[in-house]
């Protein structure tokens, strides 16, 4: 089970690459528990936002200010709670986040290629599909020691969190 708060309430990063349905698991993860959501898209720096909308990826350097102002976020919701969708990609950057609040749990959203791809194509997003492959690359699996799971993107968001709750044993 899951290591919650006084409030018995959850912290959860919703985490993967773009376009595999952070924001849309994670609000329905944070309604089921009634809790804050947050989309860490919206912690980007302009300067962050403006590479990525050029189709530039971002460095580690560009990202550490980033992860440090959700692993902020991340503390100021360790007693109460909360979801935040980050794409967390590196072991490395998951540990920056856990220094926010060591109890948080990772909920890392998978899928195939082709359909990631066409979601991204669909969507408005700064983010273009053409950094795609970038993502892949950098992405590092959850290691055994991290708390969390992995989900396949393929069910509804509902269909996930319901699935992410009982695996969590939250439910």
């Known amino acids: 089970m899951v290591d919650s708060a ?11 690459i773009s376009g595999v349905g952070k924001s849309a698991v994670g609000h329905e993860v944070a309604e089921r ?27 580690d350097e560009d990202r550490w200010p ?20 980050c794409s967390a990609l590196k072991r490395s950057y998951r540990d920056v986040l856990r220094r926010g ?4 749990v990772f909920l890392h959203l998978t899928g195939d290629h082709d359909l990631i791809q066409e979601r991204m194509d669909g969507r408005d997003h700064f983010m273009p599909s053409s950094l795609l492959r970038s993502q892949e690359e950098t992405l590092e699996e959850l290691d055994p020691d991290e708390h969390g799971w992995a989900f396949d993107i393929t069910p509804s968001p509902e269909a996930i969190a319901d699935e992410f709750v009982e695996q969590a044993g939250l439910g």
């Open 6 to 16: 006084e409030t018995g309430k959850p912290l959860v990063v919703v985490m993967g």
């Open 33 to 59: 528990f009634d809790v804050t959501y947050a989309d860490g898209d919206d912690f980007h720096p302009a300067a962050n936002v403006a590479k990525m909308s050029a189709g530039e990826a971002l460095t």
């Open 66 to 85: 980033w992860l440090e102002d959700i692993a902020v976020w991340l503390g100021e919701h360790d007693a109460t709670g909360g979801v935040i969708s």
């Open 101 to 104: 609040a060591e109890r948080v």
